[in-house]
Structure formats: structure tokens, C-alpha cells
């Protein structure tokens, strides 16, 4: 069946710009995570999602990130008053449940952003 | 929160060469899983585990809880194996993924 994908595969924005990014999960996974990977490290958790609620958004770096999930499927990260530190790629995961068992984590593809 | 470390940053090997990754974590998990992340950027799932021995194909893995590491077996590695390869934990007390910084393979024929 079909992966996580996101969209767009890349996003080239101006300082200062509203972004969203889209992250379309697996079919039949409740759990979504956005993760946000820089040059040369490994990703780090940005928010999690279980069903149409957040219920886990330590990771956002300010209140300029936000995202929702409103159907419990797919989700749109949101990135206002962009700054030339948030670019890099933003990746999207699904699970088939958050919590304990079966929480094997499938990624999507990515989104590159990029703030001039 | 968990910390987790790799082990060898990087590592260059030639076509046929077996090699050993290690993935350190400093408390208690209950989800382990090893990424390859391949030249384009995508985490390509290799291994669920977080405990005991999986295998599949040229490639194993073992997770020790007890001992809280993890080694990740490529055998008899190919040039398609080169990329950057990523354990990532996750604790009982949360749902989120902690990534290591990932070991640099490059593999030459």
C-alpha cells in the first residue's frame, strides 16, 4: 500500500512568510509525528499526534509552529513569521498506534524548506 | 530524556566487507528501530526491535534492553548500503522517537 507523503517535496520561502506543509499518513494509522532533521544530525521530534488531537507538542521550538490534524488523518504543519534557522527538512511519520505495541514508525519522504 | 549514541560516526568499508553499528541509550525503551537514510533523504525502516534478534537478509540486529544497547550486523556489504544509518528510542513515558547522530557508511567497489 501507499507510504507517508508529504507535500511539497520542496519549499523555497522569503524571511518573514507563512508556510504549511502537508503530511498524508498511512491508511489506518492513528498516530502522526512531524520530526524536523538539519544538515548532519539526526531528526528531532517537533509534535505527536493521537486521532484529531496533539498530544504531545513538546518538541515545537515557539509559538510560530503550529499543526493540526482535524479529521485524524492528514495533517498540515504550519510555520508563521518564517526565520532563516527553520530551514531544513521537515519529515512526517505515522504509526499504527502511539501508544506501547505497534508503534513502529513509517516516514515520509520529507519536505526541504528553505528560508532566504 | 534518553540519550542515545552511535558508534562509529563514520566508516568506510570496501564491497564485501562485514561491519558492526552500535546504538548506546541511557534508560529504559520500549520502541527501538534502525533507519537507513539513503542518499535522497528517506528513512528507510530496517529493524523494530526492541529487544532480542532480528534478521533480514545481509542484515541482523540485537538489542540488548538489559544492557541498553543495540548492534546492527551488515554483512557482506554492497555500495547500495552507503548512506547514513539512524537508531532512534523510544521511552515508556512517551511516544516520540530520540535519534542518535547516525553512522556515516560509505561502501567502495
Known amino acids: 500500500g501507499a507510504g507517508v507523503s508529504q507535500t511539497p517535496s520542496n519549499k523555497v520561502t522569503e524571511k518573514g512568510k507563512y508556510v504549511e506543509l502537508r503530511c498524508d499518513p498511512i491508511?489506518?494509522?492513528?498516530?502522526l509525528y512531524w520530526y524536523r532533521q538539519s544538515l548532519g544530525q539526526g531528526p528531532e521530534f517537533l509534535i505527536y499526534f493521537q486521532g484529531t488531537g496533539a498530544a504531545d507538542d513538546s518538541g515545537l521550538p515557539n509559538d510560530r509552529f503550529f499543526a493540526v490534524r482535524p479529521e485524524g488523518s492528514v495533517s498540515t504543519l504550519k510555520i508563521q513569521r518564517t526565520e532563516r534557522g527553520d530551514s531544513a527538512v521537515y519529515l512526517c511519520a505515522s504509526s499504527l498506534k502511539g501508544t506501547g505495541l505497534q508503534n513502529e514508525q513509517f516516514f515520509g519522504p520529507g519536505t526541504r524548506l528553505t528560508v532566504l | 530524556g534518553i540519550q542515545v549514541e552511535q558508534s562509529p560516526p563514520d566508516l568506510i568499508l570496501q564491497e564485501g566487507a562485514n561491519s558492526t553499528l552500535r546504538c548506546n541509550f541511557s534508560?529504559?525503551?520500549?520502541?527501538l528501530q534502525w533507519f537507513h537514510q539513503n542518499p535522497w533523504g528517506q528513512l528507510i525502516n530496517l529493524f523494530y526491535?526492541?529487544?532480542g534478534t532480528k534478521q533480514n537478509g545481509r542484515l541482523s540486529a540485537t538489542t540488548v534492553a538489559t544492557e541498553r544497547y543495540s548492534l546492527l550486523y551488515i554483512s557482506s556489504s554492497q555500495t547500495t548500503d552507503s548512506g547514513v544509518y539512524f537508531c532512534?528510542?523510544?521511552?515508556?513515558?512517551?511516544?516520540?522517537?530520540?535519534f542518535g547522530t547516525g553512522t556515516r557508511l560509505q561502501v567502495f567497489p
Open positions: 526491535i526492541p529487544s
Open positions: 532512534a528510542v523510544g521511552g515508556y513515558n512517551t511516544d516520540k522517537l530520540i
Open positions: 534508560d529504559s525503551v520500549n520502541n
Open positions: 491508511s489506518g494509522h492513528t498516530a
